[in-house]
């Protein structure tokens, strides 16, 4: 893999230019306000990860600059604690802080109602009683302009007697909403009188039933960015379209005008991101919970082994830019990789068992050979390995009749046990259905460390474990959950979930970890010699392992970069 030259580090994003720019013209007196506004209706995923890698790393770039949390908590019918909590723990753990600066979209509803009235009294307003289905018959469409609404003209005193009835809880759910007073004409379908409030006889989280009205989203969003004096606005490019109206509200009220900046949201291939998509997946049982390893969520991420080191690196790599694309997940992939292997500690474990008698090892004997513990790290030192003449190898690692490239273990050939000695099988012990069930070796005493002092040189070195000492495990394997780089690519008829992986996750219940994993907490990260890297799962909480493999060591994003260099 290439590392990006100095230059390169160092360019800046367009946002991040704009941000400098701002700086250099005091356009802002010298502040820089971002937030990262979720809508707690459903849990963060990589995604989420990088707006809000952005927003909390524009805010930590620059000298005095804040990030808010804002939870974005306008719609009471989604929206739950468990998703605030999530939130909360999922920002934090990815290593951002936002200091005091934790708020609510709910707390400003009463700002917001002022505001509402204000709109109201300068005639830019109006109470409208056209049900949801009239209304949207009278948007129009691209091709066709709107019709006013009968409503329209309402005088101002109609309007505040209405709006303040609708507020009181007079009217049913749906019978009537606020409405902003712009141009059913708009080639912009967003400026089409866009609905402010809508009656909601629903408890909220946090108001409870103190309100019966609700405000939209667009209405409900410049006003929390404005009252937070947030600087820059950062949000996807689905709002582009929606920018219009965010200014067209702040500058009727007069009120402190953040600039709203889109930038494209991120995509990743053989995942699905939308919060109700990965919805479906937990309520109709496709996947353990919002956190199961196979979910793109932070919390899936984070008990599949990823650290939060990985994901900022990816989100940096992945860059910020204006137009749509979608990310190879072998690049996140390569992230994880080039950080767990800095930081793992290397272990041995057999994940499909085969074993081993070593004939002329003496009975009963145990040694404690030294291994190293992170050949990337010299400050990780060693740990001691028993050997005894029973051990497991992996099942994959022989073969009866090996054919041409295959330079494991075979009857009469030599391989290195890692850290321990020259091996070769002398014989192989079937059952009766012909399955191996054991083999038999010879060991060369000389060759202990793993090297012949006659110089003679073996093709391959395996791992393996003590039988007598080897912990049991349980490890669950995962590929990606979806079998189609784009899970929406799909027939006629079907929807993303007809491209389900089956074989998303394999567990193996029989697996053997060296000894030293037996004090293993739940979230430890380790490589599995040869395997991959696999992290502890908080299932081990009773004394029995469980490992989840977070990544296997072989590295597409490395032979894609490499392939592509060749062209
Ligand atoms: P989803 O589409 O998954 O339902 P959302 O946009 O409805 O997500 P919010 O809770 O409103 O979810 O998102 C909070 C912030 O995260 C917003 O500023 C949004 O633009 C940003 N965000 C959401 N999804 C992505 C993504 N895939 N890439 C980058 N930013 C995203
Ligand atoms: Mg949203």
Redesign the pocket.
């Known amino acids: 893999m290439k590392t990006p030259s100095k230059e390169e580090n160092t360019k800046l994003d367009f946002i991040r230019q704009i941000v400098a720019e701002d700086l250099k013209t005091n356009k802002w007196d010298g502040r820089v306000v971002t937030r990262?506004?979720?809508?707690p209706n459903?849990y963060l995923?990589i995604?989420?990860a990088?707006?809000i890698c952005l927003n909390f790393g524009i805010a930590a770039e620059n000298k005095g600059g804040v990030c808010h949390l804002r939870f974005?908590d306008t719609n009471p019918i989604k929206e739950e604690q468990e998703y605030i909590d999530s939130i909360i723990e999922d920002v934090r753990w990815l290593g951002w802080d936002w200091a005091e600066h934790l708020y609510y979209g709910s707390d400003y509803f009463e700002q917001m109602y002022e505001y509402a009235v204000q709109l109201i009294k300068k005639g830019k307003a109006y109470v409208c009683d056209l049900t949801a289905e009239q209304t949207r018959e009278f948007r129009g469409t691209l091709t066709e302009q709107g019709k006013d609404s009968p409503y329209r003209d309402r005088s101002v005193e109609e309007n505040l007697d209405l709006f303040e009835r609708m507020e009181a809880g007079e009217f049913p759910d749906g019978s009537r909403t606020l409405r902003a007073k712009i141009d059913m004409s708009a080639p912009n379908l967003n400026m089409r009188d866009p609905v402010m409030y809508r009656i909601l006889h629903a408890a909220h989280p946090r108001t409870g039933d103190k309100w019966c009205i609700y405000p939209m989203y667009d209405w409900a969003h410049g006003l929390e960015d404005s009252i937070e004096k947030i600087t820059h606005s950062i949000?996807?490019l689905e709002f582009e379209n929606h920018r219009p109206l965010y200014d067209w509200f702040l500058d009727e009220l007069e009120a402190y005008h953040p600039q709203q900046i889109e930038f494209a949201?991120?995509?990743l291939t053989y995942t699905v991101?939308?919060?109700?998509k990965l919805l479906q997946l937990v309520q109709q049982g496709h996947v353990e919970g919002w956190g199961d390893p196979r979910m793109p969520t932070i919390c899936g991420l984070r008990r599949r082994g990823c650290s939060p080191k990985a994901i900022r690196e990816f989100c940096r790599r992945i860059g910020i830019n204006k137009f749509n694309s979608t990310v190879d997940i072998a690049l996140l992939e390569h992230c994880l990789r080039e950080d767990l292997n800095k930081t793992s500690p290397r272990v041995m474990a057999v994940l499909q068992p085969l074993k081993v008698i070593i004939d002329n090892y003496p009975e009963g004997k145990v040694e404690e050979l030294e291994a190293i513990n992170n050949p990337e790290d010299p400050n990780a030192g060693t740990r001691k390995v028993p050997f005894s003449g029973e051990l497991y190898i992996e099942r994959e690692d022989f073969m009866a009749e090996p054919p041409k490239k295959f330079y494991r273990l075979a009857p009469g050939r030599e391989v290195r046990l890692r850290y321990a000695y020259f091996v070769t099988c002398t014989d192989v012990i079937e059952d009766e259905n012909g399955n191996i069930v054991e083999l038999h070796c010879t060991y060369d005493p000389a060759t202990r460390g793993g090297d012949a002092p006659d110089g003679r040189k073996v093709k391959s070195t395996l791992h393996w474990v003590s039988a007598g000492h080897a912990i049991e495990a349980r490890v669950r394997l995962y590929d990606h959950l979806f079998t189609k780089e784009n899970p929406d690519d799909t027939a006629e008829g079907e929807d993303f979930k007809s491209n389900l992986n089956p074989n998303s996750r394999q567990i193996l219940i029989s697996c053997r970890v060296e000894p030293s994993l037996g004090r293993a907490e739940p979230g430890s990260r380790y490589q599995f010699e040869r395997l991959g890297y696999f992290c502890v799962d908080p299932d081990s909480a009773d004394g029995k392992l469980v490992f989840n493999r977070t990544v296997s060591l072989r590295d597409t994003w490395a032979r894609i970069k490499k392939a592509q260099k060749k062209k």
């Open positions: 990262f506004p979720p809508e459903g995923h995604g989420h990088k707006s974005d949000c996807t949201r991120l995509n991101m939308s919060k109700r």
